[in-house]
């Protein structure tokens, strides 16, 4: 069965500085989909960023990026330039490819605390 | 649109009662998933629905709880003869597989209390 860790349950960071989130997951799969996911205090489940494990390129969406290691299999996500809306607790998820149905399997979550 | 709803947001029970919540999803999605989520972790699969049909269902989902989507548009989950164990926030989400990317939506979620 597919695992996924996060090692960290709480970190912080300073306004407009930058942040690193670590993942690390188990699968014997070669083709897979990894997600990060952001759960504010509104307990809503926000998708941040998603990577496709064939594609090498590191996924991107504005202030956020990921560095994905498929030999290490990790996956850690990193906020530039922190905002205080940026706080909440990111998830890193795991998905099979060849699957039918989107099934997620959710590591324990980070706690991001923003300091002004 | 307004997104996933689910109803109602925060329900307390005492042990033994039956519990019922309900989820809308997105008007247009034919997926819709239930994720159960426990104090300081992340969610977990429980089932999910294809348009009506329940096509899968977590070995998390004892007998006593059953869900059901009976029109294709939104979904019960029940919780019968509840338990401590069952206190937990039970998440709803939504997609379409007409989305190549298949984006998940969730929504605000129940949390349940057991007395």
């Known amino acids: 069965a597919q695992t996924v860790t996060q090692s960290q349950p709480e970190m912080s960071v300073q306004e407009a500085e930058t942040v690193t989130l670590s993942c690390t997951y188990d699968?014997?799969?070669?083709?897979?989909?990894l997600f990060w996911y952001k759960q504010p205090p509104s307990r809503q489940m926000i998708l941040v960023i998603r990577q496709e494990a064939y594609k090498q390129q590191n996924a991107t969406e504005n202030r956020f990026s990921v560095n994905f290691q498929k030999a290490a299999k990790s996956f850690s996500l990193k906020i530039s330039d922190s905002q205080l809306g940026d706080a909440a607790m990111y998830f890193c998820a795991y998905r099979r490819a060849m699957e039918y149905g989107n099934k997620l399997v959710f590591g324990a979550g980070t706690i991001l605390r923003v300091k002004s | 649109d307004t997104g996933v709803s689910q109803d109602p947001r925060h329900k307390i029970t005492k042990r033994g009662q039956n519990v019922t919540f309900r989820c809308d999803p997105i008007?247009?999605?034919?997926?819709l998933y239930w994720y159960r989520q426990t104090l300081g972790q992340g969610p977990e699969f429980l089932t999910y629905?294809?348009?009506?049909?329940?096509?899968?269902k977590s070995r998390l989902l004892s007998d006593r709880f059953s869900a059901e989507r009976p029109k294709g548009s939104f979904s019960t989950l029940e919780i019968q003869r509840t338990e401590q164990g069952d206190s937990a926030m039970y998440l709803c989400a939504s997609s379409t597989d007409r989305d190549e990317n298949e984006k998940l939506f969730f929504g605000s979620g129940t949390q349940l209390s057991v007395l």
């Open positions: 699968t014997s799969e070669s083709d897979y989909y």
């Open positions: 629905f294809q348009n009506e049909a329940q096509l899968e």
């Open positions: 008007s247009e999605h034919n997926r």
